[in-house]
Each structure stands twice: as structure tokens, then as C-alpha cells.
T-cell receptor, first 115, second 115 residues
């Protein structure tokens, strides 16, 4: 069975703090894909990043960085120098390479960044 | 380019009424997904289509729910009769190609309230 766990339900930080959102996944497939989506207060789901199971390189995009570790089945997301606009619910999701694959979502982490 | 377009954005109806949600996928995308988001269950897949053909409808809660994709540029999700427990945000997403690695892009969602 495939599963995504985001253990942090809510996180609150003060602006300019760094924050890491945890994501742990379960799958028996050797080929799979991991995604992060952002859901701001306006409600839409915005794609942030995709990673495949064969590429464990960390990725940085501006203030955002992602740490993928197969050994711990984790795909964590760090926001550096957080800003109020980062306040949103962040979802981690898994798609199996062995099928035509829908997304399995975690329950999400609500991030509140206070000024 | 236009993204995934959903209508209506908000729907308020009374128990027992028929509700139809609409989705226009991104032009050229082969796969279309319907998700439901609730506080209790998070984001869950209802049904998805590849090349207008329903592939997996195991997430459709019961016979009151039906979905169609008559052509590549339009899909509907119908609930008849609606019940208060159907209140949720319904998202449509589309994807280019049928592979699990491809990114799903989401519409803004339809917030349904059944009184």
C-alpha cells in the first residue's frame, strides 16, 4: 500500500525564521515520484516540485529547498527566511511509477508565518 | 495559457437537489482527475480519465456520484441526490500524458455546501 505521512499538522513561525516541513512516504515500487503542492488561503493547489525515485540530489529554488532521502523514505521541504506570503497549507504527494498513477496526498501541514 | 477551469466556484444547494460541477482541462492534456477535499479525509481521488475514458472510479463514494468526459475539453461531476455530507471542495486536475511522472495541475476548486 502507498501512504504519505505529514506528521506536523500545524506550524507557526515568526517571519524570517527557517522552517522545515516533514514528509515520509511508503511504497513498494522502485520507481515513484514525489511532489509538493501549496494551498494558499485562496484555496487553489499550486505545484511546487517533483522528484523521481532515482534522483536523490537536493534541490534549491530561491528560499525553498528540498531534501530527498531514500534511506529514511523522506522528502522534506525547507523554507529559508520565511515570509508572511508563505502562509499556506503544504501537501506532499506520491505517485507510483508502476501504474498510470494518481496522486496519494498527505494530510497537509498548515504553516502560519507571523510578522 | 489558461489553466484548469472549474465552475461554479461556489455552490449552495438543498439536500435532495442535483448538483453538476464542471471542468475544462488544460488544452492538450490527456488525463483528468476529480478530487474531493474535506477536513476529515483530506484530499481523496474520486475518479480519473485517460484520453476521455474512465480508468479508476473506485473513489466514487456511491451511486449518487457520476462523472463524464464527453470530449477532451470538458468533464462533469454530478451528484444526484445531494446530501449534507457531500459538502466539500471538489478539485479538478489535468495532466499531459498518462504517466505517473507527469505533473497534475489543479483548478481553483468548487466549494459545495449542501444544506
Amino acid at each position: 500500500a502507498q501512504k504519505v505521512t505529514q506528521a506536523q499538522t500545524e506550524i507557526s513561525v515568526v517571519e524570517k525564521e527557517d522552517v522545515t516541513l516533514d514528509c515520509v512516504y511508503e511504497t513498494r515500487d522502485t520507481t515513484y515520484y514525489l511532489f509538493w503542492y501549496k494551498q494558499p488561503p485562496s484555496g487553489e493547489l499550486v505545484f511546487l516540485i517533483r522528484r523521481n525515485s532515482f534522483d536523490e540530489q537536493n534541490e534549491i529554488s530561491g528560499r525553498y529547498s528540498w531534501n530527498f532521502q531514500k534511506s529514511t523514505s523522506s522528502f522534506n521541504f525547507t523554507i529559508t527566511a520565511s515570509q508572511v506570503v508563505d502562509s499556506a497549507v503544504y501537501f506532499c504527494a506520491l505517485s507510483s511509477g508502476g501504474s498510470q498513477g494518481n496522486l496519494i496526498f498527505g494530510k497537509g501541514t498548515k504553516l502560519s508565518v507571523k510578522p | 495559457d489558461a489553466g484548469v477551469i472549474q465552475s461554479p466556484r461556489h455552490e449552495v444547494t438543498e439536500m435532495g437537489q442535483e448538483v453538476t460541477l464542471r471542468c475544462k482541462p488544460i488544452s492538450g492534456h490527456n488525463s483528468l482527475f476529480w478530487y474531493r477535499q474535506t477536513m476529515m479525509r483530506g484530499l481523496e481521488l474520486l475518479i480519473y480519465f485517460n484520453n476521455n475514458v474512465p480508468i479508476d472510479d473506485s473513489g466514487m463514494p456511491e451511486d449518487r456520484f457520476s462523472a463524464k468526459m464527453p470530449n477532451a475539453s470538458f468533464s462533469t461531476l454530478k451528484i444526484q441526490p445531494s446530501e449534507p455530507r457531500d459538502s466539500a471542495v471538489y478539485f479538478c486536475a489535468s495532466r499531459q500524458g498518462v504517466l505517473a511522472k507527469n505533473i497534475q495541475y489543479f483548478g481553483a476548486g468548487t466549494r459545495l455546501s449542501v444544506l
